[in-house]
């Protein structure tokens, strides 16, 4: 499951420039340990544990780690510690209402992804992480989103010339690279694949040949691997079809046998038009603008708070 992208916008975006480039795994701190107060609450080396191990599940990924990253994961909670109370001292979300978003959310969008409760259970076990406390860290981002979505309401959509002078000027990004049509057959033998290239070019069905003789899962197929750039490509594939021409057919020696290639056609590489992504870039310009008066309004809500932010 890719946990990046199972909605939580609201933790990526609303916290997005604090979280960036925080590290992870254990500070010099004891976990009980206070490192900031907010208003006098206080900010625990547990708290900041929880936050980046939540944080790092719903990337799927380990963050980096060093000395000035773990400075940078205390300030990130303490920015979320000062975002909560602002929410909950305007009334604009109650815990319990932040508790039943966490709820509703980790079912619809998390659980159903990891085989249920018990699956995400057992997942977040892998991770450290309870259930009970991956639960309270959803809620204190839904109560984040909830600040995030009223200081945010205003941003208007860009233009659509700056939609066209973003296109312009990030047209790689909207560029599919060449791409080639692959059916493949694998095999342990050299023999067995020159037997088969040479019944291949002699007109034999390559469909047929793949499903009766490739050990590769794709056999079944008829050996189709559909259109591949060639970065998705083994070396041996890429080099030996930068030789061949489209009908051709191929052999080479690669690390799961020996495998016979046959190249159905070929697609140039081409740019997607502005029309295709307009409503792409109109949602990732309106982000990015979210972000900025998020990021702007945190800063000055955070300098009229009480915070204390001890020397490690």
Request: with cysteine.
């Amino acid at each position: 499951m890719k946990r990046q992208q199972v909605g939580l916008a609201l933790s990526i975006s609303a916290l997005g420039v604090l979280i960036a480039g925080c590290g992870t795994h254990t500070a010099s701190a004891s976990g009980s340990a206070t490192v900031a107060t907010v208003n006098g609450q206080k900010v625990t080396q547990n708290d900041v544990n929880l936050f980046v191990k939540g944080l790092e599940f719903m990337q799927g990924q380990t963050l980096p780690t060093s000395s000035k990253e773990k400075a940078l994961e205390v300030k990130a909670v303490v920015a979320q510690t000062a975002v909560n109370q602002w929410a909950i001292k305007h009334h604009l979300i109650t815990e319990k209402k932040a508790k039943s978003e966490a709820n509703q959310f980790i079912s619809s969008n998390i659980e159903a992804q990891v085989g249920g409760k018990s699956g995400l259970t057992q997942l977040l076990k892998s991770k450290n992480l309870t259930f009970a406390q991956f639960q309270s860290y959803i809620a204190d981002q839904m109560v984040a989103q909830s600040v995030f979505t009223k200081v945010t309401k205003n941003v208007k959509a860009p233009t659509t010339a700056q939609e066209q002078s973003y296109y312009q000027k990030n047209k790689s990004s909207f560029t599919t690279p060449p791409q080639d049509e692959v059916s493949d057959i694998v095999v342990k033998t050299n023999a067995l694949a020159q037997k088969l290239l040479k019944e291949a070019k002699g007109g034999s069905s390559f469909a047929t040949l793949a499903k009766h003789y490739s050990i590769a899962s794709t056999g079944k197929s008829g050996g189709s691997l559909g259109y591949l750039p060639a970065t998705s490509m083994s070396s041996g594939m890429a080099k030996t079809l930068s030789g061949m021409k489209v009908g051709q057919y191929a052999t080479y020696h690669g690390s799961q046998g020996y495998h016979v290639i046959w190249l159905q056609a070929t697609k140039p590489s081409a740019v997607a038009p502005f029309s295709k992504v307009q409503s792409e870039i109109q949602s990732l310009l309106q982000q990015q603008s979210a972000d900025t008066v998020y990021q702007n309004w945190t800063k000055k809500m955070e300098k009229s708070q009480h915070i204390t932010i001890k020397k490690s």
